[in-house]
């Protein structure tokens, strides 16, 4: 019997593949594994008013991964101090804020549990946020609460995942039909994508720049303003995510139409939109391509 290759997408499950026979113990090994996993797609953040994402403080979770990653794990287990998922539910939301503020003082008032923490922890104190308000505070133990540090910004997602619906708004953005969020020029204000009509010339032709630069770091490369002048607020507020998923994704189908895609990937020598290399090619060939492309138009 051949055996069952099952493909599971790094956006859905876990970034590996599987080649399994199919027999009745390595099935069940498959399900078990599955069933870990949670078979659930991962969480999105929501930086829009879309009600079904999940909603948190950027700054919370800005401020959590500079200060607090640097001695703690979310659900990893124990580093420089303690696991801090479900540390919400072990502590009392006013002992936690006392404690973030001052853990010195709390430690010396003789607070059984933090006395035991200390001494757990080989006398590594933790720093005093004393310029932190609680307002602060309290939005990052928020987004400890709702799993913040295992919610993806929207950007992250893969733009192969991205729906007709997401690729059309790209566009608009894009094309300046739909407006930025923080007010920024569009982009075909200083670029052009090839099809698309109409761009700027200022900056340089972005028609193959996704599989230029791929995935991951395309989504890096647009949480930046592409020029460094402008109005400041820029620097903090350039694009959100789900606007930059949105011109990923938009960018992503507009490379795929180009030929010199279709060249490089071979996809093309079926569809009769490259003539042959020969300057005299069969006539059976050319009679193929001509009807190929008089069925097109």
């Known amino acids: 019997m051949k055996p069952v290759v099952l493909t599971l997408?790094?956006?859905?499950?876990?970034?590996?593949?599987?080649?399994?026979?199919?027999?009745?113990l390595r099935l069940g090994?498959?399900?078990?594994?599955?069933?870990?996993?949670?078979?659930?797609?991962?969480?999105?953040?929501?930086?829009?008013?879309?009600?079904?994402?999940?909603?948190?403080?950027?700054?919370?979770?800005?401020?959590?991964?500079?200060?607090?990653?640097?001695?703690?794990?979310?659900?990893?287990?124990?580093?420089?101090?303690?696991?801090?998922?479900d540390v919400n539910k072990r502590r009392q939301p006013e002992w936690l804020l006392k404690f973030i503020h001052g853990s010195s003082n709390v430690i010396k008032s003789g607070d059984p549990i933090a006395?035991?923490?200390?001494?757990?922890?080989?006398?590594?104190?933790?720093?005093?946020?004393?310029?932190?308000?609680?307002?602060?505070?309290?939005?990052?133990?928020?987004?400890?609460?709702?799993?913040?540090?295992?919610?993806?910004?929207?950007?992250?997602?893969?733009?192969?995942?991205?729906t007709t619906a997401d690729i059309e708004r790209g566009r608009q953005l894009f094309n300046g039909q739909a407006r930025l969020k923080y007010g920024v020029q569009a982009c075909?204000?200083?670029?052009?994508?090839?099809?698309?009509?109409?761009?700027?010339?200022?900056?340089?032709?972005?028609?193959?720049?996704?599989?230029?630069?791929?995935?991951?770091?395309?989504?890096?490369?647009?949480?930046?303003?592409?020029?460094?002048?402008g109005s400041s607020a820029f620097e903090t507020h350039y694009l959100t995510p789900k606007e930059s998923f949105a011109l990923k994704a938009f960018l992503r189908q507009a490379a795929l139409r180009q030929p010199s895609h279709a060249a490089n990937t071979g996809d093309v020598p079926t569809t009769g939109k490259v003539k042959s290399a020969s300057s005299n090619p069969p006539q059976a060939m050319l009679s193929r391509n001509s009807g190929q492309e008089g069925s097109k138009r």
């Open 188 to 229: 075909a204000s200083c670029h052009t994508v090839q099809g698309e009509g109409m761009g700027g010339s200022l900056g340089p032709n972005l028609s193959n720049t996704y599989f230029k630069y791929q995935d991951r770091a395309l989504a890096e490369f647009l949480r930046h303003p592409c020029f460094q002048f």
């Open 29 to 85: 090994c498959l399900l078990l594994l599955l069933a870990m996993s949670g078979l659930s797609q991962a969480a999105w953040a929501d930086d829009d008013d879309d009600p079904g994402g999940a909603k948190f403080s950027q700054e919370a979770a800005a401020t959590f991964n500079k200060r607090c990653t640097a001695c703690h794990t979310y659900g990893k287990g124990v580093k420089v101090g303690p696991d801090l998922k």
């Open 115 to 162: 006395t035991a923490l200390f001494a757990q922890y080989k006398q590594q104190r933790m720093p005093d946020w004393t310029d932190l308000s609680d307002q602060q505070v309290k939005d990052i133990l928020s987004y400890i609460a709702i799993g913040g540090p295992d919610i993806k910004p929207a950007d992250e997602r893969h733009a192969e995942t991205a």
């Open 9 to 24: 997408h790094p956006w859905k499950l876990h970034p590996w593949s599987l080649v399994l026979r199919p027999t009745g």
